[in-house]
């Protein structure tokens, strides 16, 4: 079963919180396959995980023990997306991430990047770019199962929405 890990998991395993090692579980049956989406988020930056710092981000799935796991490319976006770790985006694909983003985040308060890289403000919308990116590299590449702690995704107003887009199954690691 191809696993798309969102960004929690990977600190949840890298820091050996209960969800962690439910996760280590899963992941240890012969049929799972852990996928990541080269993608810092803002709890990442907190570690030095910035686009310029890769490395930062391979020593973090080195501690969570996902190093060797197939790595997915989200879209390129200034300032968030590694270097060379992104892929251009043509209208199919921006189509995908606005229909996410739309679920996510339609009924939200919008959010804006005007405050600087280390605000409040850039920090919630980092989150929403790493979200609606690291779902849409999981449906881009047709992975099976979604595995995130964030109970956004679960809603019952988005979760259908979601799987109807083509997220197969989205579930908690609990």
């Given at each position: 079963?191809k696993i798309t890990l969102?960004h929690n998991c990977l600190?949840?395993l ?7 090692l ?9 049929a ?6 080269n993608?810092?988020a803002?709890?990442?930056?907190e ?19 996902v ?6 490319d989200p ?7 590694f270097?060379?770790r992104?892929v251009w985006?043509?209208?199919?694909e ?16 919008p ?5 600087g ?8 919308w ?21 595995l995130?702690?964030d ?19 989205i579930?908690?690691?609990?």
């Amino acid at each position: 079963m191809k696993i798309t890990l969102d960004h929690n998991c990977l600190i949840d395993l890298a820091t050996g919180t209960q969800t962690g090692l439910r996760i280590s579980e899963l992941l240890a049956k012969p049929a799972s396959q852990p996928y990541i989406v080269n993608i810092g988020a803002s709890e990442m930056r907190e570690r030095g995980i910035r686009p310029d710092r890769y490395d930062l981000f391979e020593e973090l799935l080195q501690a969570a023990g996902v190093y060797d796991a197939p790595r997915l490319d989200p879209a390129l976006i200034w300032d968030v997306t590694f270097w060379d770790r992104c892929v251009w985006t043509g209208p199919d694909e921006a189509k995908l991430i606005t229909e996410i983003e739309t679920i996510l985040f339609g009924d939200s308060v919008p959010v804006s990047p005007t405050s600087g890289l280390d605000s409040p403000e850039w920090k919630k919308w980092l989150n929403r770019v790493c979200d609606v990116q690291t779902l849409w590299c999981h449906i881009r590449n047709g992975n099976e199962l979604f595995l995130t702690s964030d109970k956004n995704f679960m809603k019952q107003s988005k979760l259908q929405r979601l799987i109807a887009l083509g997220a197969g199954s989205i579930r908690n690691p609990n």
